[in-house]
């Protein structure tokens, strides 16, 4: 399968702590995205980070990409209880955005 | 003000019905898809339509059919529905193919066979 993986699948946290997830993939590409899920509506893109950027912010988000390890992590800074959601990485796979399996945040009050 | 919107946001059908979800997209892109979302929440594409033209059509049984009248509109139909037809799928937009851009998300339709 060329679907990404992340880690952690799910993720608890206390409001105003940072949350990092990170997801891995398999094969070059030429950007990574990025979206938020929340509970039973659809996909929320973020951020798109290109193949030839290591870091990009966006408000309290901040992607990193490492291309030589196939790698990218989201970190969300001082989070909120509205931060709570599924969190999923995507990049382009013969012309098909590819998403994985996605990392399941809860931020506790 | 919705920029993607399917129509229905439930749908409950007994086996072996035919029915239909419909997506509109008034952002003006070319590009259009049809995701499923299983109970994991894994999502796979089935169809992209670019400019009408079908450009992806994954492997999916024959009972689901797409069709795009126009570069804003993208239905799916499925015919013959079965229990593993259960999930959610969701419309999305993009500019244009690929992932130059990032892609606009229908609010979802569950449907439920039964």
């Known amino acids: 399968s060329q679907q990404g993986e992340e880690d952690p699948q799910a993720l608890s946290i206390q409001e105003g702590e940072n949350a990092t997830m990170n997801c891995s993939y398999k094969?070059?590409?030429?950007?990574l995205q990025w979206y938020r899920q929340n509970s039973g509506r659809g996909l929320v893109h973020l951020i798109l980070?290109?193949?030839?950027?290591r870091e990009k912010h966006s408000g309290r988000l901040r992607v990193t990409l490492d291309t030589s390890k196939k790698s990218s992590s989201l970190l969300i800074t001082a989070s909120r209880a509205a931060d709570t959601a599924s969190y999923f990485c995507?990049?382009?796979?013969?012309?098909?955005?590819?998403f994985g399996q996605g990392t399941e945040l809860s931020v506790k009050p | 003000d919705t920029a993607v919107s399917q129509t229905p946001k439930y749908l409950v059908t007994q086996m072996g019905n035919d029915k239909s979800i419909k997506c509109e997209q008034n952002?003006?892109?070319?590009?259009m898809y049809w995701y499923k979302q299983d109970s994991k929440k894994f999502l796979k594409i089935m169809f992209s339509?670019?400019?009408?033209?079908?450009?992806i059509n994954e492997t999916v049984p024959n009972r689901f059919s797409p069709k795009s009248p126009d570069k804003a509109h993208l239905n799916l139909h499925i015919n013959s529905l079965e229990l593993g037809d259960s999930a959610v799928y969701f419309c999305?937009?993009?500019?244009?193919?690929?992932?130059?851009?990032?892609?606009?998300f229908g609010s979802g339709t569950r449907l439920t066979v039964v």
């Open positions: 952002l003006g892109h070319d590009t």
């Open positions: 999305a937009s993009s500019q244009a193919p690929g992932d130059l851009y990032g892609y606009t």
């Open positions: 339509y670019n400019n009408k033209e079908l450009i």
């Open positions: 980070i290109r193949s030839n950027e």
């Open positions: 094969t070059s590409i030429n950007n």
């Open positions: 995507a990049h382009n796979q013969g012309g098909k955005l590819i």
